[in-house]
């Protein structure tokens, strides 16, 4: 069985200073991994994902993230905050083999940026 | 390219109706996805088509919840009838092929009075 932690439903921080969104997954077997933003009234947007290779991952807007395999992590990180970054952002993780592809989402951690 | 568009974007109505959502996934786009949102929850699966075949479908709560997706493209979540804890966020989400990152609509937020 896969699932997904994400530590703190509430982030607050100021314009410029380091994001920090914290993600953990469980999972029997290699999973993919993904981070999702979604701004008021809108759908999902992907930032980024991990299938396999790399382990730093860039997506948009200056956001990466890490996998880290000893500690079942998968954080999400951005140097400097920008007001337009305040939105919902969920961590989803999905089985890297078989035939069905469904994501498996975190509780969604709302980004708060203060001027 | 048009996005995944989901039809209505809000629907209200009382305790025991009928509700039908549709969601026209990305042209081109085999696999589709319907996802649900319950409010203070987390996102969660309902069920997969590949085509118009039920791939995966293990997240259906139960049977008063009816997918189909006829000829393969748009597809159709009925719910009858309708109680409370139906309310939430319904998202559709579409792929070209099932290893692909999910492209998700805007979501149609039910409402069950």
Known sequence: AQSV?????????????????????????????????????????????????????????????EFKKSETSFHLTKPSAHM????????????????TGKLIFGQGTTLQVKP | EAGVTQFPSHSVIEKGQTVTLRCDPISGHDNLYWYRRVMGKEIKFLLHFVKESKQDESG??????????????????????????????????????????QHFGDGTRLSIL
């Open chain 2, 60 to 101: 259906m709560p139960n049977n008063r919840f009816l997918a189909e997706r006829t000829g393969g493209t748009y597809s159709t979540l009925k719910v009858q009838p309708a109680e409370l804890e139906d309310s939430g966020v319904y998202f559709c989400a579409s792929s070209r092929q099932g290893d692909q990152p």
């Open chain 1, 5 to 65: 932690t994400q530590l703190g439903s509430h982030v607050s921080v100021s314009e410029g200073a380091l994001v920090l969104l914290r993600c953990n997954y469980s999972s029997s077997v290699p999973p993919y991994l993904f981070w999702y933003v979604q701004y008021p009234n809108q759908g999902l947007q992907l930032l980024l994902k991990y299938t396999t290779g790399a382990t730093l991952v860039k997506g948009i807007n200056g956001f990466e993230a």
């Open chain 1, 84 to 99: 337009s970054d305040a939105a919902e952002y969920f961590c989803a993780v999905r089985r890297s083999s078989g035939n």
